[in-house]
């Protein structure tokens, strides 16, 4: 309710100044995977300073990004995964393929 | 130094399951991850005199997967198996606008229902249904957005190797990374309110 009031009053004068949750979103994100800009950085701490929706978001968007990366590196790791024999056949077949191809 | 012995047929095969463990959640292909552990295990032979055992063997064989997954990955992006429905990296089409009204602050709190996230990233990932719902998520990402995704955030490519591998130029990979995270975050949302 707080958020929805202020970001009634204030948000236009954050939409002129670049300073409004979406830019913030979008620093946020690029504060991950590089420095930000000077310009960038004022930006990106004045709206921190008055935004605690988007701190807790900004958090969540770290912790979203490690839980993914270990799921999927969590599925390398499934040991059901695997191969069939009929494929390891066939991999065992164009190896021996280009072992005899190569010593010709 | 010694040279390393060469592996026989059936050592190299030996490591074909974990390769295919590899690359399968890269590539989301039972058929194309298959062909991929084959190349590698050929590329392993014809290079092996390369190989000077200061890594594992299965170390080795994974560099090279690797980088057959982001020559896949190029292959794809410019040989499509199915049509592009809209271009990705144009600001009309900015799947992330629709969280936020007109003057740029949100429609719906970001973080409801994410605070399972607070629990180590390893122990939520060691449980089924939270992997289904990231898997089922990252799925239904637009191809570029996840391929984007995937490499910087699992794969941990440099910029310069994620324009590359997923045809996308330097200044968009910022913008691609943000549109994922974020369609990312809502459907996660979406999926644990919904639960």
């Known amino acids: ?104 | 130094m010694t040279e390393p012995l060469k592996p026989t047929l059936d050592e190299l095969v030996e490591h074909a399951d974990a390769l295919y463990r590899y690359a399968l959640p890269r590539v989301r292909s039972h058929h194309a991850a298959e062909d991929l552990v084959q190349e590698t295990l050929i590329t392993a032979v014809k290079k092996f005199s390369e190989f000077q055992g200061r890594a594992a063997l299965g170390t080795w064989l994974t560099g090279i997967l690797r980088n057959k997954i982001l020559d896949h990955l190029r292959h794809l992006q410019r040989h499509p198996e199915s049509p592009a429905t809209a271009d990705e990296n144009s600001a009309e089409t900015d799947p992330t606008a629709e969280m936020f009204d007109a003057n740029g602050a949100w429609k719906f709190e970001p973080s409801a229902g994410l605070d399972i996230l607070e629990t180590d990233p390893a122990q939520l990932a060691d449980r089924a249904e939270i992997r289904a719902a990231v898997q089922q998520c990252l799925d239904k990402l637009p191809l570029t957005l996840r391929k984007v995704f995937v490499l910087r955030e699992v794969e941990d490519c440099e910029t310069d190797e994620i324009c590359s591998a997923a045809a996308v130029t330097r200044g968009s990979v910022a913008v691609l990374l943000h549109r994922s995270r974020q369609l990312l975050r809502a459907c996660l949302q979406r999926t644990w309110l919904n639960a």
């Open chain 1, 1 to 104: 309710m707080v958020y929805r009031l202020f970001a009634a009053v204030a948000g236009p004068l954050e939409k002129m100044l670049g300073i409004t949750c979406r830019d913030y979103t979008q620093l946020a994100s690029v504060k991950l995977d590089q420095p930000l800009s000077a310009s960038e950085r004022r930006r990106y701490f004045f709206h921190r300073l008055m935004c605690d929706i988007c701190r807790r978001q900004e958090k969540r968007l770290r912790q979203l990004n490690r839980l993914a990366s270990a799921t999927l590196k969590q599925a390398g790791d499934d040991a059901m995964v695997k191969l069939d024999d009929e494929a390891r056949g066939r991999i065992r077949h164009r190896i021996l393929e280009e072992l005899k191809n190569g010593s010709q």
